[in-house]
C-alpha cells in the first residue's frame, strides 16, 4: 500500500481534521451556561451544599447557572417522558453547554439519585443531541476517607454520554466538617480545589461551546448521513 493511502475507504469526501474547522467567526457574547446536578434528597444534603457552593463560583466566574430540582424525579422508566420533571431535566440538558455533576459515595461509587437523573436523558432526542459535545465536571462528598471513585465514575459515565470530560475534579473528604451551620464551605485545601474545578469548568465550557458541532462531527455520521440523503433523492426520483 502506497504511503498515505487508507485500506477500504474511498474517495468519499473524508475530511481531514484543521485548525481551521475550530475557527469561530462570531464567539458567542451569551454567558456560559451550567447545569448543576447533584445526587441526594436529604434535607441536609452534602452534595446539595457544595453544589450550591460552585454554583456561586460559577455566577462569580461570570456563568449562567440552574440547579436541577429532582424533587419529584420518578425513577427511569418509571413514568412517561412527558413527566413535567422529566421534560424540564431535559429541556436543562439541551440548555447547558457545560455541567457539573456532584455525588455523594455510596458503596464506592456515585448516588442511584444522580445516575437516574442521566439515565433519563437519551443520547439522542430526535435531531437533538441534549448531552453531546457539552463538558461536565464532577465532585464527590465523603464520609471519612478521601476516595476519588465516585468521580472516576462520573468521568467515565460522562464519556460514555459523548461529552469533553475536564481533567480536573473535587473530592471532600468529610463533608460534615467542611460546612458551617449556614450550609457555607469553610476555608481549607478543599474548598480551593472546589474554586479550581468550577474556573476550569467556565474556561472549558467558553472553549468548547462554539465549537462543539466541529470537535463532535465524525466520519460514520456524515457518511450515513450523505448515504441517506442519496437513497431518498432516488425514491424521489422514481416518483
Known sequence: MIAGDLPNIEDDGLEVPGLDKLQVAAPSSHPPRILLLFGSLRERSYSRLPTFEAERLLRHFGAETRVHDLTDLPLPDGATVDHPTVRELRDA?????????????RHGAMSAVLEAQIDWVPLALGALRPTQGRAPASMQVCGGSQSFDAVDQMRILGRWMWMVTTPNRSSVAKGFEDFDEAGRMRPSSDYDRVVDVMEERVEF?????????????????????????EARLKLSSVR
Open 93 to 105: 440538558m439541551t440548555w447547558s453547554e457545560g455541567q457539573v455533576w456532584t455525588s455523594p459515595e
Open 205 to 229: 465550557t467558553r472553549w468548547t461551546c462554539d465549537r462543539s458541532d466541529d470537535l463532535t462531527s465524525r466520519y460514520s455520521e456524515r457518511k450515513e448521513a450523505a448515504e441517506t440523503l
